[in-house]
């Protein structure tokens, strides 16, 4: 008896997480846990986050992001969460479109009583919460990215496990007319009942939508969700960009039952690497914090912040520096030029080397080849070395004529970020800005590409590519 009565206190203290974040109807279905959110910036924007989940964290909100994901990323967070209770996630994606979670809810040692024992001299016992998923998500047509996850739930009770698979799916759609844009829409936790102790119970079947718009230095984003056994609630937050690279949120989650719902949170972020921070107050619960670290590396990036292209910095104008004149090659529609960095030793591999190939092997049409070249080119030069500018826009040029209009975005954003930081202002900048507004015209955003355009001759345009810049003017403005 005494057992029995420990354990349904247990159950009622899992069922209190969901309570304290009010996200289903205070413990009336079992693995609550799965609606905590687990990354501190998703915190700071109230949860409203099932358009903007194109990261490490696509699993928990929308699995259809993961076929957005331009770099490999690992995030980890620490929930202080009330009354002792801790919460641990992690979250990995890789730009192929796979995805892995791990997420892990522990109520600390609880003292065991009874009716007649009321002081805990029982001793103590636990409850955890565990769930691991996988996932998978593609992108068709650039706008439209589908995604599929599937997941072990398991609920550990003293000496007593329940333990579940459920599935989830998404949908994510940028609209080409307003590629700022974005929706998204889920449903989780789709499974058979779980069987705990006698009885079975439901799944805590959930959907979600979302819609997200990015500004120049700002993103907002709303979301609606609904349990099965609850009622319909807001979520929404506002990401503003107030001094690169620190980003300040403020969200709404009316998901909190217990308190008015207001979030917020800061981030930064240096290259490869961000850390966030969120707070969400819950009543007389007290005050909850979040932290996480996100690391990324491979391929290209997007941006942990929003619309990358459109943060895009102009290179300051420098004072120009003794080097050899550009190489006119009329057979691309550039003249990029390689710096020489150091004399190379006869008979020795160099960057420049790598580069010139890759560039006859664009022309040939024969891109993994010349993709190729360009990473032995990348793995000789130093994080600041400005030949990676270069690398960055040759890497676009391939990926806009693959027509991967999503990737080619990604490689130029990157190389722009790269000239702002290091003060660049040649052919190699001005190209990557003429790159990313033919990537905005692919997505049927004429004037903004305009933007772009307007940008490349504000650097150092070379005469073809200033004639491209003026033909491809001439011809939106008709």
Not at 73 to 82: A, F
Request: hydrophobic share 40%; aromatic share 10%; net charge neutral.
């Amino acid at each position: 008896m005494k057992k029995t009565l420990a354990l349904w206190l247990g159950l009622w203290a899992a069922g209190s997480a969901g309570w304290a974040h009010g996200a289903a109807s205070a413990g009336a279905e079992p693995f609550d846990f799965l609606f905590l959110d687990g990354n501190a910036r998703a915190v700071g924007l109230g949860g409203a986050y099932t358009a903007l989940a194109t990261d490490a964290n696509a699993l928990l909100y929308n699995p259809a992001g993961l076929g957005r994901v331009t770099r490999h990323e690992v995030t980890m967070m620490h929930n202080s969460y009330v009354e002792g209770i801790n919460h641990e996630y992690m979250g990995l994606a890789l730009r192929q479109g796979l995805g892995l979670n791990l997420n892990y809810l522990s109520f600390g040692n609880i003292p065991r009583t009874t009716y007649a024992s009321k002081d805990g001299a029982l001793g103590k016992f636990r409850v955890d919460d565990l769930a691991v998923a996988a996932g998978y998500g593609h992108t068709f047509f650039g706008a439209l990215s589908l995604g599929v996850a599937g997941k072990f739930i398991q609920e550990t009770n003293d000496n007593v496990k329940a333990s579940a698979f459920a599935g989830d799916a998404g949908v994510m759609l940028t609209v080409p007319p307003a590629p700022r844009f974005t929706l998204g829409a889920a449903i989780q936790n789709v499974g058979p009942d779980v069987r705990f102790i006698r009885d079975k119970e439901k799944l805590p079947l959930s959907g979600r939508v979302g819609a997200a718009y990015a500004f120049d230095s700002a993103t907002v984003a709303v979301d609606l969700t609904k349990g099965r056994t609850d009622r319909l609630k807001a979520h929404a937050g506002v990401e503003v960009v107030l001094l690169k690279p620190m980003t300040m949120r403020l969200g709404f989650n009316g998901a909190n039952d217990t308190d008015i719902g207001i979030t917020g949170g800061v981030g930064w972020g240096w290259r490869s690497f961000s850390i966030d921070y969120a707070f969400a107050p819950y009543g007389d619960l007290g005050l909850t914090h979040r932290a996480s670290v996100t690391f990324r590396w491979g391929g290209h990036d997007d941006g942990h912040e929003p619309s990358p292209e459109e943060d895009a910095p102009i290179p300051e104008k420098v004072e120009p520096r003794r080097e050899p004149p550009p190489k006119v090659d009329w057979g691309t529609r550039t003249e990029a030029y390689v710096p020489k960095e150091a004399k190379p030793v006869k008979g020795e591999e160099t960057a420049e080397g790598h580069f010139a190939k890759a560039r006859r092997l664009i022309d040939a049409k024969q891109f993994a080849d010349a993709r190729a070249e360009l990473e032995l080119a990348e793995a000789m030069l130093a994080p600041e070395d400005r030949r990676r500018v270069l690398y960055y826009e040759r890497q676009g040029t391939i990926a806009l004529a693959e027509r991967d209009v999503r990737k080619a975005k990604g490689f130029y954003t990157e190389g722009l970020k790269l000239a702002g930081s290091l003060g660049l202002s040649d052919l190699n900048v001005a190209d990557a800005y003429v790159g990313l507004g033919q990537c905005l015209l692919a997505e049927g955003d004429a004037p903004y590409a305009l933007k772009f355009f307007k940008k490349a001759f504000e650097v150092s345009p070379s005469l073809r590519t200033r004639q491209l810049i003026e033909q491809t003017e001439r011809k939106i403005k008709r």
